[in-house]
């Protein structure tokens, strides 16, 4: 019930002040977000990579309205490429692009978001790793699978993002497992109304396992993307059944969330990506994390309320 209710707050201007004006919600933030610049985020992709992690650098942003600022975005991202390519992870180390934060919403903003993306995808692939869409709400799905497709078609590698609470969700499914795309297949971390998607969280995991299903039936390479334990068995158990190998697949969680079990299913053999996102711009992110976990919202409160 609080989820939803901390994702309508989050658009509010006064809340948005009040926290990013805040110095005491920094630690908090701390927990999700890996650091505010490159300089300060490339240790901890140093680390994860000797503990066998891989990760998916983000560089936090979204929702631009002003051209400028999605120049300002590509150019973040084409200075990670940069800072990357010397570490010579490869793609253990790529990259997730949300395509708001290059203009998406601007008019005209499909062509240039696809633009940006386009010069960040070809750094990418420069340095032997590539890129995977973010989503984001459901009015820019169409927009987003559509450059997802334009860029795959000279850059096959590029990652798509599907979520299950969405009703449309199976049948994007069969499109790109057919298709052989990398699918990172996630719950949803927006607010959305009853017309496009489940709002019963069982229903929405019901949805997960049967998206899965699809993807690990087809020719994709799957992104299993969450933290829930039973999906995670559900998951590994369908690996075994359909026969992938270790490079057949992945799982992914988030930076600052259930730590230890990234390094069990590394430990275990699984290739195990962990979103590392990073920046100033973290209000958006900070508040989906909260909306995801109410208990994150008490344990923020009571950093506050002791400091
Ligand atoms: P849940 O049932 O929500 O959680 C299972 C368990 O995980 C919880 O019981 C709890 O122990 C733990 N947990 C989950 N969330 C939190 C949290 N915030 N804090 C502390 N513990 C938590 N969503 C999008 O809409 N678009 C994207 O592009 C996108 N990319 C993602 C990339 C990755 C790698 C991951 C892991 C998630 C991404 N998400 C994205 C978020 C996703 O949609 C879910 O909101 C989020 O993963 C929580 O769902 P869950 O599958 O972990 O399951």
């Known amino acids: 019930m609080l989820g939803p209710v901390i994702l309508a707050a989050s658009r509010s201007d006064r809340t948005r002040r009040f926290l990013t004006a805040t110095p005491m919600t920094r630690p908090v933030v701390g927990r999700f977000v890996a650091g505010e610049t490159v300089g300060a985020t490339l240790p901890v992709v140093k680390d994860m990579a000797d503990r066998g992690l891989d990760v998916s650098l983000d560089v936090l942003g979204e929702g631009v309205t002003d051209p400028a600022d999605a120049v300002r975005a590509r150019d973040a991202y084409l200075r990670l490429v940069d800072a990357l390519g010397p570490l010579g992870l490869g793609d253990r180390a790529e990259m997730s692009v949300k395509l708001s934060a290059f203009g998406q919403a601007l008019p005209g903003g499909h062509d240039l978001a696809l633009r940006h993306a386009t010069e960040v995808v070809?750094?990418?692939?420069?340095?032997?790793?590539?890129?995977?869409?973010?989503?984001?709400?459901?009015?820019?799905?169409?927009?987003t699978l559509a450059v997802h497709s334009e860029l795959r078609s000279r850059f096959p590698r590029t990652g798509a993002v599907l979520q299950s609470y969405l009703f449309r969700t199976e049948d994007d499914c069969r499109e790109l497992a057919r298709a052989g795309s990398r699918v990172r297949l996630v719950k949803g971390a927006y607010k959305e109304p009853a017309s496009v998607a489940h709002q019963d969280k069982a229903e929405v995991d019901r949805a997960y396992v049967r998206c899965l299903k699809i993807l690990m039936a087809g020719d994709c390479y799957p992104m299993v993307a969450t933290h829930d334990p039973r999906i995670v068995a559900i998951a590994q158990d369908l690996v075994r059944r359909t026969g992938r190998g270790r490079d057949g697949y992945e799982f992914q969680?988030?930076?600052?969330?259930?730590?230890?079990?990234?390094?069990?299913?590394?430990?275990?053999?699984?290739?195990?990506?962990?979103?590392l996102a990073f920046g100033t711009d973290w209000y958006g992110y900070f508040m989906r994390r909260l909306a995801e976990r109410p208990a994150n919202l008490g344990f923020f409160l009571r950093s506050l309320a002791t400091r």
């Open 253 to 275: 969680m988030l930076y600052g969330i259930r730590s230890a079990e990234h390094a069990r299913l590394a430990a275990q053999g699984h290739r195990m990506r962990v979103y």
């Open 122 to 143: 070809e750094a990418a692939e420069g340095i032997g790793t590539t890129v995977t869409l973010d989503m984001e709400d459901h009015t820019t799905a169409d927009s």
